[in-house]
């Protein structure tokens, strides 16, 4: 037995520890997702904890330092008609690009999900994928140029005389501009542009779970085309709609780049969190202006769960 044992080689770190996860699963487990939960707890959690905390501190208005005591001061400042008015212009902005880009997905996705077949759903999936993978900056300044007075968009209106429907928008009151480069129109085109795949995506992936029974059966009850779309289609796809907009409206509420590139410079809520901690110094004015996506996106959320987004992601 002794010369048996003395044969038989002995066992490598590598397969005592197979051994020891094969016969406890729950520890692997634990190895497994401890790293990236410490990653969210400490660094993620962590970090909006320390800008919770900031926004409840107050700026000396003599010293221009931080003064680390408990205070609803900077709150209360928020509600000063130049702060209110940057947050009431994000959530408008926020919930136009939003809707503008429910009423682009929606027939893109409705064809991919019960038209597009084979090597076409295979084009639809590498259409919508290949924006993203182009830089964003590069998608913003090209967008610059094409809005832009020199640019193609307003050579295509002179060339078709169309450019009296450019001039009419251009002078609509507070949304209008000296070119659509620098409107709140021409934001709205690059917001609708850079965000339109995180809505087709989920509603496409709802629209597939629509049965095509549920429609034949309409059509059986005596519905019409219109009829069938109000209360079957919208209904059913509505769990992938709400979960795009999760992504369109919480992504326009915090950029900052295309309001300064495109909207030269306009007041959004991420242009002022960048000007009041890197220009103005004033890090718990910019921490309380950063909680508002949050608390808002938070109350958005718990709405969309009740409404079962999550099962369209």
């Known amino acids: 037995m002794r010369a048996m044992s003395a044969v038989l080689p002995a066992k490598s770190l590598a397969d005592r520890l197979t051994t020891l996860f094969w ?7 634990a190895l497994l ?25 107050s700026i000396d208005e003599f010293s221009g330092m931080v003064v680390p005591e408990f205070t609803l001061k900077t709150y209360a400042e928020l509600l000063r008609p130049q702060n209110y008015d940057i947050i009431l212009r994000t959530l408008i902005m926020s919930a136009t690009v939003t809707l503008g880009s429910v009423i682009l ?12 077949k084979g090597r076409w759903k295979a084009v639809f999936y590498l259409g919508i994928m290949l924006p993203l993978w182009s830089s964003y900056l590069v998608k913003v300044y090209a967008w610059k140029l094409i809005l832009a007075k020199e640019g193609i968009l307003t050579w ?13 928008a251009l002078a609509l009151p507070g949304i209008g501009g000296n070119s659509l480069s620098t409107s ?8 609708t542009y850079v965000w339109l795949p995180f809505m087709i995506l989920p509603m496409q992936a709802s629209l597939e779970r629509v049965p095509t029974s549920m429609l034949e059966a309409s059509q059986d009850l005596g519905a019409t085309r219109a009829q069938t779309f109000r209360t079957v289609i919208i209904p059913l796809a509505l769990p992938g709609i709400i979960a ?33 901690q890197g220009t103005a110094g004033n890090t718990p004015l910019a921490a309380a202006f950063a909680v508002i996506p949050i608390v808002i996106m938070l109350i958005y959320l718990s709405l969309a769960k009740r409404a079962g987004a999550f099962d369209a992601l």
């Open 156 to 168: 295509a209106a002179t060339q078709t005389h169309t450019n009296f429907l450019l001039d009419a």
């Open 23 to 29: 016969r406890k699963p729950k520890l692997l487990l």
């Open 184 to 191: 709140y129109i021409g934001m709205f085109l690059v917001f």
């Open 33 to 57: 997702i401890t790293p990236p939960l410490l990653w969210l707890g400490v660094i993620y959690l962590g970090s909006l904890a320390a800008l919770l905390l900031q926004s409840f501190y």
């Open 244 to 276: 795009g907009s999760i992504f369109t409206f919480s992504l326009t509420m915090g950029d900052y780049i295309i309001p300064q590139i495109v909207g030269n410079s306009a007041n959004f809520i991420g242009m002022a969190v960048y000007q009041l």
């Open 105 to 116: 997905a929606f027939p893109i996705a409705y064809y991919a999900a019960r038209y597009a």
